[in-house]
């Protein structure tokens, strides 16, 4: 019913910059936070990025000062600019949305498929 479509992932140079876009589609009455989890290999997954509906953010300590979350609200799309790029940044970095659904009384989480994003020094 909500499908969430990532884009922007790919291989970047250590100190390098890349964006991510998630736009959300299907039967969505409203959605209220937006966000960015990453997984590395054997690790788990973790919070990069989460965007309020009002605009509010949080950011893990390791991406503050280098990433910036936003979204736009008329199109259901949350973008994830990354900067100064780190190797051990190396993950699938998945979207994130809480919604509610038409004619649904709770919301609902749903994730993006994953946008593998490479840093190489």
């Known amino acids: 019913q909500v499908r969430l479509a990532e884009s922007g992932g790919g291989l970047v140079q250590a100190g390098g910059s890349r964006r991510l876009s998630c736009a959300a589609s299907?039967?969505?009455?409203?959605?209220?936070?937006m966000g960015w989890y990453r997984q590395a290999p054997g690790k788990q997954r973790e919070l990069v990025a989460v965007?309020?509906?009002?605009?509010?953010?949080n950011y893990a300590d390791s991406v503050k000062g280098r990433s910036t979350i936003s979204r736009d609200n008329a199109k259901n799309t949350v973008y994830l600019q990354m900067n100064s790029l780190k190797s051990e940044e190396t993950a699938v970095y998945y979207c994130?949305?809480?919604?509610?659904?038409?004619?649904?009384?709770?919301?609902?989480?749903?994730w993006g498929q994953g946008s593998q994003v490479t840093v190489f020094s």
């Open positions: 994130y949305a809480k919604v509610k659904i038409l004619q649904a009384t709770f919301w609902h989480e749903y």
């Open positions: 299907g039967s969505i009455l409203s959605i209220n936070d």
């Open positions: 965007i309020s509906s009002g605009g509010t953010t």
